[in-house]
Every structure is written in structure tokens, then in C-alpha cells.
């Protein structure tokens, strides 16, 4: 499957942001779908993730009550909705594909990823 990710930009501290990841491939149901981040001089870290079907989610600790995560099937896309951003929130953000056993939070469970988009809080 490959994966393309949009939305990206400067937002100001408490403002919102909502990113998309559009899928390629007939199998997109098949796979749990995640959301990483990376900001700079610092390692990727899981930020959300959703189960094939939509009925499952996990958030990172960091975004919890302000990001939500969700997937439509039959598009073929899963979308991310920032809300109340933080400057600590600054990172390109990845969307990535794995097995649909479970909702890993490590980077080498996903066999496939975006291009990443980048995201900027700053005044």
C-alpha cells in the first residue's frame, strides 16, 4: 500500500490542525493505520492509531483529549484532527500501515509509510 500524506502547516498555539492520509490498494481495510511524529534531534513517536475497522483507538499520553484519529474504508484514507496545539507539537507527522492484529506503538511494527507533513505551532 502506499501512503500520502497532506494538511501539514503553521498553525498558532492553540489552534488546530487536521491532517489526511490517502491510501493506494484495495487492501487498506486490512490494515491498522497510525500516526507518528518526529521533531527534531528527536526519534519518531507514536501519536495515534486506529484498528482496520474504525472501533478501536489509542492515543499517546502527550495528545490525549486533543487529537482524534479516524479512518473511512470506503475512501481509503485516515485523518488526524489536531486540536489545542502546543509548540511541542512541532513535528513532521507520518502516517503508517501494519498488520491489523493489533495497535503497535513501535515504529518497526509498520511496514509502510508516508512522506511525512510537516506541522508547526509557533506564535
Known amino acids: 500500500v502506499q501512503l500520502q500524506a497532506s494538511g501539514g502547516g503553521l498553525v498558532q498555539p492553540g489552534g488546530s490542525l487536521r491532517l489526511s492520509c490517502a491510501a493506494s490498494g484495495r487492501t487498506f481495510s486490512s490494515y491498522t493505520m497510525t500516526w507518528f511524529r518526529q521533531a527534531p534531534g528527536k526519534e519518531r513517536e507514536f501519536v495515534a492509531g486506529?484498528?482496520?475497522?474504525?472501533?478501536?483507538?489509542y492515543y499517546a499520553d502527550s495528545v490525549k483529549g486533543r487529537f482524534t484519529i479516524s479512518r473511512d474504508n470506503a475512501k481509503n484514507t485516515v485523518a488526524l484532527q489536531m486540536n489545542s496545539l502546543k509548540p511541542e507539537d512541532t513535528a513532521v507527522y507520518y502516517c503508517a500501515a501494519g498488520p491489523r492484529l493489533r495497535i503497535g506503538i513501535s515504529a518497526n511494527y509498520y511496514n509502510y509509510w508516508g512522506q511525512g507533513t510537516l506541522v508547526t505551532v509557533s506564535s
Open positions: 486506529i484498528n482496520w475497522s474504525g472501533t478501536s483507538t
